[in-house]
Each structure stands twice: as C-alpha cells, then as structure tokens.
C-alpha cells in the first residue's frame, strides 16, 4: 500500500506560488467584474436602440462573465472536491 499526500514544504517557493495564485485569481475577479459592467452596459444599448444583435451580446457578455467569476470563485473548492473523489477511488 503506497500512502502519499501533497506536501506543502517540499520544494522552495511552494508559499510564493499561492501568493501568485491568489493574485491571478483576484485579477480574475477583478477583470469579470469589469466584463460584467461593460456587458450590462452594451446591453442596455442594445435594448434602448432596438438593436437585437446588440442586446443579445450583452445579455451574453453578462451570462459569461458571471460563469468566469464563478470558476475563479470556486476554483480552489472545485479542485478539493475532486482530489478528495479521486483519493476515493
């Protein structure tokens, strides 16, 4: 039986490599909330000009920058959702 669990401490720059993560993440919450304002915005356009095409890419905009910032939300309970699945099996 082989028993092996991640190990924080074993290579030099382990701590800085979540410093990164965790700024790249913020980035990435960051930039969707941004995608967020200007797809409402581009929206609204669309709606109040009777543009189909252009209401349809904001509303869109809307739909992927909410999915993005849920990946970037959840994306550390995602990863040990499936590490502790795949230590089940």
Request: with cysteine.
């Amino acid at each position: 039986m082989v028993d092996i669990n991640p190990n924080a401490t074993g290579l030099p720059g382990i701590e800085q490599l979540r410093v990164i993560v965790g700024a790249v993440m913020t980035v990435g919450l960051i930039l969707s909330v941004l995608a967020l304002i200007i797809s409402a915005i581009v929206w609204g356009f669309g709606a109040n000009s009777s543009n189909p095409n252009l209401a349809s890419r904001g509303k869109l905009g809307v739909l992927a920058s909410c999915g993005a910032a849920i990946v970037c939300g959840a994306s550390v309970t995602l990863v040990n959702f499936f590490w502790n699945v795949g230590q089940a099996v």
